[in-house]
C-alpha cells in the first residue's frame, strides 16, 4: 500500500510503500482524511515523541468490508475517563496515520457516519470534534442558558464548539483577527463578534455586549486577561491549545474574586467521541470544510493549510 511519509523536520511528505500485517489490527481503506494543525506542528518538528519516517494524519473516512466508518483518532485512552492513560497516543504519530492508501486500526475505532455527512465532511470531524465537545461539554459542562464565546474562530476546534453551543440552544459570540470570519461565524448563527487585536478588547466587549458563562479558547499568550475581563463570576473558561505561548499577565485577584473555573482540555475519551456523533447527528451538524484537495496534491495543501485567511477544515479525497 501507499503511504505519504515525513523524513525529517520541515520536510516535504514523499510518497513510499508498506508491506505486512498489523497484529490485532483490520486494515481499513482510507475514502477521506484531513490536515489538523497537529500536522502542521508534526512536520515543523514542534510536537513531543516524533520518529520518522512518520505518516501523520489523525482524521480520516474509511471502508472496511463495504461498509462506511469514521476513525476514531484515540488509541488506548485507558479505563479512567477523566484523563487518558500512559501509553495512550493519537493516530499519527506513533502509529501512522490516515495520509495512505490503507490504515490500521482496532475495530473499535470504527464509528458509524452520521447518515447527513458527506465523505469529506465524516473525514475532518473526529479530532477537531472531540476536542471541542469534551472542551464544551464535559469540562465547561455548558448549558442552553449560558452565553458563549468562543476565541478566534477561524480555528476548526473553535468552529466545532460554535456549531455544538449553537446546537445545544446557546447564545454565541466570537472573536476574530478577520471581519470577514466574524461574518461568517454570523452567517451560521453568532450573534456577534470581535477582533481580538485590539487594545482591552475583552473589557470593552464586555461593556458593549455583557460576560460570559463559558469562554473557550486555543490561544493562551498575553492577552488572555481580556478572557478573564470577559468572563461572568463563576465562569468557566475552557482551553485545549497554546497558539500566543505562555500566560504571563493573569491576575491572581481576578481569577479567584470572580470564582472562575479554568478547565484545561485535551482530546477525549471514547464516550465523549460517541456522544459528540451523537450531538451532531442529532442536530444534524456538518463540520466547515474550506477546500478539498486530492491526496496526491498533500504538499500544496500543507501550504494552503497555513493561510490565515482559511475558514474551515481542509479536507483531503483519497483514490
Ligand atoms: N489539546 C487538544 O486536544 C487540541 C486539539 C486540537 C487542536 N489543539 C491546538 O489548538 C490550537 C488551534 O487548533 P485548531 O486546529 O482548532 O485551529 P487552527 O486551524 O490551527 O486555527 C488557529 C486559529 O487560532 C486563532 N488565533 C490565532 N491567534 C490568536 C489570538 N491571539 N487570540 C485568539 N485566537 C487566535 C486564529 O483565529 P482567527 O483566524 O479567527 O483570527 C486561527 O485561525 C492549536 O495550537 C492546536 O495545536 C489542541
Request: a neutral charge.
Amino acid at each position: 500500500m501507499w503511504v505519504y511519509e515525513l523524513s525529517e523536520k520541515e520536510g516535504v511528505l514523499e510518497k513510499g510503500t508498506r508491506e505486512g500485517e498489523i497484529e490485532g489490527k483490520v486494515k481499513v481503506k482510507v475514502l477521506s482524511s484531513g490536515i489538523n494543525r497537529r500536522d502542521i506542528w508534526i512536520k515543523k518538528g514542534l510536537y513531543p515523541g516524533i520518529k520518522y519516517p512518520a505518516v501523520l494524519g489523525s482524521d480520516a473516512c474509511v471502508s472496511y468490508e463495504n461498509k462506511t466508518y469514521l476513525l476514531n483518532p484515540n488509541i488506548d485512552w485507558g479505563s479512567n475517563p477523566m484523563v487518558p492513560q500512559e501509553t495512550y497516543s493519537i493516530l499519527g504519530l506513533e502509529h501512522d496515520g490516515c495520509f495512505a492508501e490503507h490504515v490500521w486500526v482496532t475495530s473499535d475505532r470504527l464509528f458509524k457516519v452520521p447518515a447527513h455527512l458527506n465523505i469529506e465532511e465524516a473525514g475532518v470531524l473526529g479530532l477537531a470534534g472531540l476536542t471541542a465537545y469534551r472542551a464544551l461539554c464535559s469540562n465547561c459542562k455548558v448549558t442552553k442558558n449560558d452565553r458563549v464565546f468562543i476565541n478566534g474562530i477561524g480555528g476548526a476546534v473553535a468552529q466545532n464548539a460554535m456549531l455544538f453551543a449553537l446546537a445545544i440552544g446557546c447564545e454565541v459570540h466570537v472573536s476574530s483577527s478577520s471581519g470577514d470570519k466574524i461574518e461568517q461565524a454570523i452567517q451560521m448563527g453568532a450573534t456577534a463578534g470581535c477582533s481580538y487585536k485590539e487594545e482591552n478588547w475583552g473589557k470593552n466587549y464586555k461593556k458593549k455586549e455583557g460576560g460570559f458563562d463559558v469562554i473557550i479558547d486555543s490561544a493562551g499568550g498575553r492577552g488572555f486577561k481580556e478572557l478573564i475581563n470577559l468572563c461572568n463570576i463563576g465562569g468557566r473558561i475552557g482551553i485545549y491549545g497554546g497558539t500566543r505561548g505562555n500566560i504571563t499577565d493573569l491576575s491572581p485577584q481576578h481569577l479567584f474574586f470572580k470564582q472562575i473555573h479554568i478547565f484545561g482540555s485535551t482530546m477525549g475519551n471514547d464516550v465523549e467521541f460517541h456522544q459528540m456523533l451523537e450531538l451532531v447527528k442529532t442536530h444534524k451538524i456538518r463540520p466547515v470544510i474550506d477546500t478539498v484537495f486530492n491526496i496526491h496534491d498533500i504538499n500544496k495543501a500543507f501550504e494552503y493549510a497555513v493561510d490565515k485567511e482559511r475558514f474551515g477544515k481542509i479536507a483531503l479525497q483519497h483514490d
